[in-house]
């Protein structure tokens, strides 16, 4: 008599169907399909601005066209076989209508104007957003446009909106960068299904632009670090633990906004300003190499952090890479400058 194999001890029915879950299935039609459209999205031209014509539009029946079909082929066949002038009348009425809806549907994309605006900078763990302006260069409305990601996470995050005759619209789709640096957009697909929903009609973009994803800032970073003494000159000043600089002064009438520590203002109620002979003697330097942690990524969040807050404050910072250094300074412009060189890191 022939025993039964029974599974090891301690592993059931629910063990085994856990096990198989977990092992990695492989799909070889999902697989020829993803690897058909990379094939397929790398001979695309990278282009901000795409017309679309007959040559990059592409139409084909939905499910409910399939199923409309399917009704005209029973009601003709019925018609023959009862020879009912009237089914015949609806029947290619119906046909009709689904052929002029075939052509207005096409045309609804064909001759749209595609202007992808350039992206703002980002932080890492945000969504970029991307501004599409569509242009409308006839004079009838079309309708019932959507865009989005053509991404496998984002294709059903659509934005649909109306392009009024001759006239443009701004259209916003996102999508969220894995990690900081530089990033090319992904590409993006726009279609239509009016006006009866029985043709799909649609266009595939792949924009030439870059977004810029800067390090993501540490929550609660330490205070900013003690200043450096002005190479050159004497180091009189220190700094306080806090991470501003001491050397303040009464509010004098026409001082500058951004020389009031708003800190000290708000615990004395007085208004105190930066004194700016004691702090020429001394620089703010965001050094790499002593932002206080081993991991690289958690040096440059750390970074990331002490360049929003030194330029919160106002204060002139310099910034010190393994490859970089740059000098100190203040303003948007050296801010964006610092935050570029982290990202690129």
Known sequence: MTGVQRPASGAGPADESALAAQRPTLNPVSFARRKFRQWWQARLPLSDTLTLTQRNVYILPTRPGFMLAATLLVLLVASINYQLNLGYLLTFLLAG??????????????????????????FAGASATLSVVLHNTRKAVRHGIGLAVLDATHEDHWTWTDVPGQGTCTVQVAFRPGHRGLHRVPPLTAETRFPLGTFRVWMVWRPAAQVLVYPAPELHPPPLPPGEPRSGGPGLARAQSTGEFEGVR???????????????????????SRDTMQAQRMEL????????VAEREARLSRLTAWVLQADKLGLDFGLRLPLLQIAPAAG??????????????
């Open 332 to 345: 948007e412009a050296h801010k964006r400058r610092c935050l570029e060189a982290l990202a690129l890191c």
């Open 285 to 292: 330097w965001l050094d790499f190499a002593q932002a206080g």
């Open 250 to 272: 009464a509010y004098r009438r026409g001082d500058p906004m951004k020389l009031v520590v708003w800190k000290k203002a708000a615990k004395s109620d007085e208004l105190v």
């Open 97 to 122: 209508s689904a052929v002029s809806g075939m052509h207005v549907c096409h045309a609804t994309l064909r001759g749209l104007t595609l202007n992808l605006l350039p992206p703002p900078p980002q």
